[in-house]
């Protein structure tokens, strides 16, 4: 699946009434983990964000710096894990997200081969900044990899107008200031920011960043087209929960927003 079909595989599930969730895995978290994909896609994704483990996850939270710790000390690196996904037939499109200096450190076109080579649709670069992206997002449009770019609430109109115009496949609403992690309620941003970007684009908004559960999905969902969701899943499996443990809280999430 190239980019392009990322988005318009968004846009039709959205454009159907379905409000959009993705949930988040660590590649190269643990034996099993081709497996878990899988099983979050038959638990009712719409598309799989799969982390790239990197050694200085500035983004990412305890849970998710975790993730990657793991993954690392069991020797993942971006060609391992994204030779296991080429193997993986998940049935939805899948998003890479990663940091800038393993694409930078790989070359720009041998980065964007090997995603394309794995069937990825689409890639978030979480600290390439916008004013420095063109290098890359360009290579990535001729490969139909779809650069999903980040709208933090602190942004100007001015701005978010502008990585609403340059992101592809949907834009990723930061709900908060701060990194990745749970949270015992939606921040007080993440509607805000979310409704901003959909005064401003028809490219579907998805709300990321502190989404605990599923009661907090369903109220992200009441502005946003749908939510990314990955500490909540990480943390369980970290303490030991099963596939099929994990897979049904993504179940439970599905269920939660299709009925609000």
Known sequence: MDGLVLEKHLRSRRDEGRKLLVPY??????????????????????AIEVGLPFSDPMMDGPTIQEASSRALARGATPPSVLDEL???DAGVPLVVMTYYNLCYHAGHQRFASW?????VSGAILADLPLEELGPWAEVADSAGVATVLLAAPTGSDDRLRRVC???????Y?????????ERATLASTALDIARRLKALTDRPVLSGVGISNAEQAVEACQVADGVVMGSALLRRRLQGASVEEVAALVADVRTAIDAS
């Open 25 to 46: 895995l660590t590649g190269g978290l643990d034996d099993e983990w081709p497996d878990l994909l899988r099983a979050l896609a038959d638990a009712g994704a719409d």
């Open 86 to 88: 080429a193997h993986v």
């Open 115 to 119: 995603l394309v080579e794995a069937g």
């Open 165 to 171: 115009e340059r992101s592809r496949g949907f834009v």
């Open 173 to 181: 609403s930061v709900s908060l200031l701060g990194v990745t992690g």
